[in-house]
């Protein structure tokens, strides 16, 4: 059975620092594209940032030099730090296992809120 749990996320202040973390179990991780997406209210989920299983990493333009997505393979772990977090960061957010930058993957984390605001 394959598991994503998250952790991380809450509420924290425009300019502040949030990170996530996402355990993954019952998956050969290390062979995994890993991402991270979000969705606004009332806005489609959109992919964040994406890890690939060759080492390489993407992100959405709207979060380019403020976030990182990071992979511990020994610990079946994907990371998203976030810094300079603006209001419209301001979503819930997702890891995802097994996408391409184009179209995400079949398993999904349970989703932890991300709330910029002052």
């Known amino acids: 059975q394959v598991q994503l749990v998250q952790s991380g996320g809450g509420l924290v202040q425009p300019g502040g620092s949030l990170r996530l973390s996402c355990a993954a179990s019952?998956?050969?991780?290390?062979?995994?594209?890993m991402g991270w997406y979000r969705q606004a209210p009332g806005k489609q989920r959109e992919l964040v940032a994406i890890?690939?299983?060759?080492?390489?990493?993407d992100y959405a333009e709207s979060v380019k030099g403020r976030f990182t997505i990071s992979r511990d393979n020994a610990k079946s772990t994907v990371y998203l730090q976030m810094n300079s977090l603006k209001p419209e960061d301001t979503a819930v957010y997702y890891c995802?296992?097994?996408?391409?930058?184009?179209?995400?993957?079949?398993?999904w984390g349970q989703g932890t809120q991300v709330t910029v605001s002052s």
């Open positions: 995802n296992a097994g996408g391409t930058y184009s179209v995400f993957g079949r398993y």
């Open positions: 019952g998956i050969t991780f290390n062979i995994y594209n």
């Open positions: 890890s690939r299983s060759v080492g390489s990493t």
